[in-house]
């Protein structure tokens, strides 16, 4: 199956979508020389990606057949180098899980050169802290890392140019 899944080849099943958008094409007549299983694998993996609407029928034998299709926006926002409205109106979530944030503080503590009793009560308290600890634990930890970075302009031109 991988051998079938040609990102070069999805690319030109998009453009070509656009190129028809809002109206529907039929992709055997954009593409006739396709091979029938290669083009069904690639536009019903862009289907599930919702990147295109496209019509399937299946046989009775199992032979899918594939009837039109339409780039979505989702597909065309992916076309656009900037990302589209997609990138524009989107909203980032950034999901950590409390146990991770946790085990990350106290694997900091851990290393710390405190006493081994301070350690011991600092760990303990992580670990019971509830959800809205660990939450204002990490806003806090975050203020201070950007604190303290040595030269926080020159990380962050680096790191998102």
């Known amino acids: 199956m991988g051998e079938l899944l040609d990102r070069t080849f ?12 809002p109206r529907q094409a039929r992709l055997q007549e954009i593409f006739p020389d396709e091979p029938d299983n290669r ?18 029928a299946k046989s009775m034998s199992g032979h899918v057949a594939l ?41 900091q503590v851990e290393k710390s050169p405190a006493d081994s009793g301070v350690k011991k009560k600092l760990i303990d308290q992580i670990r019971g802290l509830p ?18 970075a040595p030269d926080l302009i020159a990380w962050l031109s680096k790191t998102i140019t």
Do not use: C, P, W
């Not at 083009?39 to 399937?56: G, I, P, R």
């Not at 959800?131 to 303290?148: N, P, R, S, Y």
């Open 67 to 107: 009837g039109y299709a339409t780039i979505t926006a989702k597909g065309l926002d992916f076309l656009q180098d900037d990302g589209g409205l997609s990138a524009i109106l989107g909203i980032v979530t950034i999901k950590i899980h409390e146990d991770t944030v946790k085990q990350l503080v106290i694997d």
């Open 10 to 21: 999805q690319h030109r099943i998009l453009t070509a979508l656009a190129e028809t958008y």
């Open 131 to 148: 959800a809205e600890g660990v939450k204002v634990m990490t806003v806090e930890a975050i203020k201070l890392g950007l604190g303290k």
């Open 39 to 56: 083009l069904v694998v690639n536009v019903h993996y862009l289907h599930e990606h919702e990147l295109l609407s496209a019509q399937f």
